[in-house]
């Protein structure tokens, strides 16, 4: 935790009430995302018990397995939500653009990506679980499901698998993207509670964030969000339901534990889409439709290979996938933290109190400074900027601004306060500085040496060349019957 959020949790806990902690929105927020609240069966790790799935806040969709541990019953609940998501999902492949790649071939690439979003992280597990259970089976031979079962045990995997990616928003966590924005009076364990969560946030009129809080913990006011049900619920109310179907497996009987389970996902959904209102009303950051770009390609590649009839992803990775992936996450990740304190003077702020960003005015500037002689003369502005934060960075340390998109600059020497730098980059071709590019005196100015510009990976071998102190060449992926059994599936 950092000492700012730690400095907004003490205020909220003074004050009664969640503090931001950001001055912008973070993640991206479709125009109709699709809201998607599982329940499992208790004991079973992807075991459905039910959902409640749409786009319309005032309308969703029930769906409902009267008894779990039926498989059939489980698949038909599959078929029915790939009836509600894959409409969704294969609306966005309809429109295109052309991108033009420099250096390369052009490409198309979806005009919108869909959007599920999901009340906390152990929904995301789930839906990982339920593709991995779903995406290996037949439409022919024995016990066969429909084909629209392992169509969405693929989409659902990859959701899953994109979740992971930092600042990905095509899978998107309530409580996860509702914390990263506030800071409340709890501990973080409690804030998983996505009840608990909005009442420091949003506490309804003539209470206090703690007592909106405490009301929260009661499962009979507002039953836990999933995948997860409350035990006396399961005990009490949803078991003598489930009995009864296997029974006398009726419409009255799926009815009565159709009831059941409303009962428990109809509170998760109004919360779910005031977590929406919220969210929305804070403005976006400048560089969330940049990420939101990355979404869509990626989509649009995913959606490419299905069109196509590529394989269904493997269960694991070969050595250089894994490898590739994990470069890819670390990539993303610090270009993640790097593009939120460039959006955001909250964020920076952290950033300003541990000596890597200072923040000032700038008392001089030589917008004409030059270095070297004759055909290696370069253009090299210098200004003077005087800051009352404490710099720890050191002479010859690369900062970017960002207040200036492809600005880069180099630190000349910090005396007293007064820090003086070169700009290497972002100031034009010409023998004079673009207008604007280089700071004038009196502009409030900040600059870090968080930059986006990281060097890539090393280069992996081809998947044929696998050393064999890494398992050697793979074989070629084959999906088989065998990838379909899970002991918990």
């Known amino acids: ?135 290996f089976r037949r439409v022919d031979g024995p016990y066969p499901v429909h084909p629209s079962v392992p169509l969405l045990g693929r989409w659902l995997t990859y959701f899953a698998d994109r979740s992971q990616h930092p600042g990905s928003s095509l899978l998107l966590t309530a409580t996860e993207a509702l914390g990263a924005h506030w800071a409340t009076g709890q501990s973080g364990l409690e804030d998983a509670n996505l009840a608990a969560l909005l009442g420091w946030i949003d506490p309804p009129e003539g209470m206090t964030g703690p007592g909106a809080a405490e009301e929260a913990e009661d499962p009979l006011l507002w039953p836990p969000a999933g995948p997860a049900t409350d035990p006396g619920f399961d005990n009490e109310v949803l078991g003598p339901a489930v009995r009864a179907y296997e029974e006398a497996p009726t419409e009255r009987a799926v009815e009565r534990v159709a009831q059941a389970l409303r009962t428990q996902l109809e509170p998760t959904w109004r919360l779910m889409w005031r977590s929406v209102e919220l969210l929305r009303a804070l403005p976006e950051g400048a560089r969330v439709k940049d990420r939101w770009d990355v979404d869509r390609g990626s989509f649009t590649r995913f959606l490419e290979r299905v069109t196509e009839g590529g394989p269904p992803q493997a269960r694991r990775d070969g050595a250089v996938g894994a490898a590739a992936r994990l470069a890819g996450l670390e990539r993303a990740r ?11 003077p909250l964020v920076m702020a952290e950033y300003r109190l541990t000596g890597e960003a200072f923040a000032g005015t700038v008392t001089a500037a030589d917008p004409e400074h ?90 992996l071998p081809d998947p044929e060349l696998t ?10 992926y084959v999906p088989s019957d065998e990838d379909a059994q899970e002991e918990w599936s």
């Open 370 to 459: 030059t270095e070297g002689e004759g055909r290696s003369r370069k253009l090299r502005p210098l200004i003077t900027v005087r800051t009352e934060d404490q710099v720890r960075l050191t002479p010859g340390a690369t900062v970017g601004s960002p207040d200036r998109r492809g600005h880069a600059a180099e630190i000349v020497e910090v005396v007293d306060g007064e820090v003086t730098l070169k700009i290497t980059k972002g100031m034009g071709r010409g023998r004079t500085p673009s207008p604007g590019s280089v700071p004038e005196p009196g502009e409030r100015v900040t600059y870090t040496s968080l930059t986006d510009d990281f060097q890539s990976s090393a280069a």
């Open 1 to 135: 935790m950092s000492a700012l959020t730690a400095l907004a949790q003490l205020r909220a806990i003074r004050d009664g009430i969640a503090q931001p902690i950001t001055t912008v929105r973070h993640c991206h927020l479709a125009p109709h995302p699709m809201v998607f609240i599982p329940l499992r069966l208790a004991g079973e790790a992807a075991a459905p018990m039910g959902a409640m799935v749409g786009t319309d806040p005032g309308h969703p969709r029930l769906l409902v397995v009267p008894q779990p541990r039926n498989r059939d019953l489980r698949f038909a609940f599959t078929a029915e939500l790939a009836e509600v998501v894959l409409p969704y999902i294969e609306g966005f492949g309809k429109t295109t653009e052309t991108i033009e790649k420099k250096g390369g071939e052009p490409y198309e690439r979806c005009l919108d990506a869909p959007q599920i979003l999901v009340p906390n992280p152990q929904a995301v597990t789930f839906v990982g679980l339920l593709g991995r259970s779903t995406r």
């Open 467 to 476: 050393p064999w102190t890494h398992g050697g060449p793979p074989q070629e």
């Open 334 to 344: 610090a270009s993640y933290d790097v593009q939120r304190a460039y959006d955001d």
